[in-house]
């Protein structure tokens, strides 16, 4: 059988072979078109198909390869050992959600390698926070006062607990945070000789929250092989020329954004600071965190209701930061 098949509206039919050469009419529209073999046809269309092949891939292997953020972000990786996200096809969503507003970024990649350690220790401290403070603090006093030498008393803390600090103290001098680490088991006290490197110091001063804070949004989001896109420590530039420094910013589905202010310390003197820059921002409330270390549940509360962001501690702030982002997933979905 020949085939008749229109080049203007794709016309396509079966005619006798004895047409073969012949100009007809379309039946469609009624452009004049010619009958063809259909084996010719077909070799003629898989030439032309083999030859735009080859120049696809030729052109493929010729353009530098590109990571996707997506790609990154959901393939299986150790989130507390990667360079991934350094990587600034994982944070360009947050470049690009910040230029669309006008605003410029200046962001320290080392703030988001967690090939180092100060992010294990930081969510182990966080997750444990109650018990472990009774170290971080005396730490960071000592640091303070420009002192090196630290004891810890464990008469006061039952069998499991004392345990808990030890093994904590055991990790810091492990990780080099603490420059050496001695156990009097007679005297059931703990010895620590204190780091002073800048970044020791700077850890227990408070980044460690911001390190915290990061990782269980990075959990959260990895866990659940969300599309999402974070930075930490980073700093922004409206057009006035005006600067912020902020601690942690996500970016999920390419649409949410989730912003979390770290204070270890006083912040009273900060809530009207970043009120205003939620509204500069235009963000929601609900998604524009000020993360506070050991603030009760009745203040949480209280100063949420009287002050137009939401405020958490280190319990509650990934309860209340999931239940924001399942609530924006599910609205969209519907």
């Not at 605003?103 to 018990?131: C, H, M, P, R, S």
């Not at 810890?152 to 004392?162: D, F, G, P, R, T």
């Not at 509204?279 to 009745?298: A, I, P, T, W």
Request: proline share 3%; net charge positive.
């Amino acid at each position: 059988m020949a085939i008749f098949r229109c080049n203007q509206c794709g016309y396509l039919r079966e005619v006798p072979n004895q047409h073969i050469g012949k100009k007809v009419k379309c039946p469609a529209c009624q452009k004049v078109t010619p009958i063809y073999d259909t084996l010719a046809l077909v070799k003629k269309l898989l030439e032309k198909y083999f030859s735009m092949q080859k120049e696809f891939l030729r052109l493929q292997k010729s353009l530098p390869a590109i990571k996707n953020s997506d790609d990154i972000n959901k393939r299986s990786m150790d989130i507390f050992n990667t360079t991934a996200m350094t990587d600034q096809q994982q944070y360009q969503p947050i470049l690009d959600w910040f230029k669309n507003k006008h605003i410029q970024l200046n962001v320290d990649e080392d703030a988001v390698d967690t090939t180092g350690f100060f992010d294990e220790v930081a969510v182990k401290l966080g997750d444990n926070y109650d018990l472990l403070k009774v170290v971080s603090d005396k730490i960071k006093r000592t640091q303070k006062k420009g002192y090196t030498n630290v004891t810890l008393y464990l008469s006061n803390y039952n069998q499991q607990e004392a345990a808990l600090i030890n093994e904590f103290c055991q990790e810091l001098y492990e990780y080099a945070f603490v420059a050496k680490c001695f156990v009097n088991r007679s005297q059931n006290k703990i010895h620590l000789t204190l780091q002073t490197a800048q970044p020791i110091v700077n850890f227990f001063n408070g980044e460690w929250l911001e390190w915290f804070a990061f990782m269980k949004l990075l959990a959260f989001c990895h866990e659940r092989q969300m599309s999402f896109a974070g930075l930490r420590s980073f700093h922004i530039q409206f057009p006035n020329n005006e600067k912020n420094e902020l601690d942690t910013f996500f970016l999920i589905n390419g649409v949410m954004p989730i912003f979390v202010e770290c204070k270890s310390g006083e912040f009273r003197p900060f809530i009207d600071k970043y009120v205003k820059l939620r509204k500069r921002l235009k963000m929601d409330k609900k998604q524009f965190f000020m993360l506070v270390l050991g603030l009760s549940d009745e203040q949480m509360q209280g100063l949420t209701r009287m002050f137009d962001i939401s405020f958490v501690n280190e319990k509650t702030f990934v309860e209340q930061v999931s239940v924001s982002i399942v609530k924006q997933v599910s609205a969209s979905i519907k």
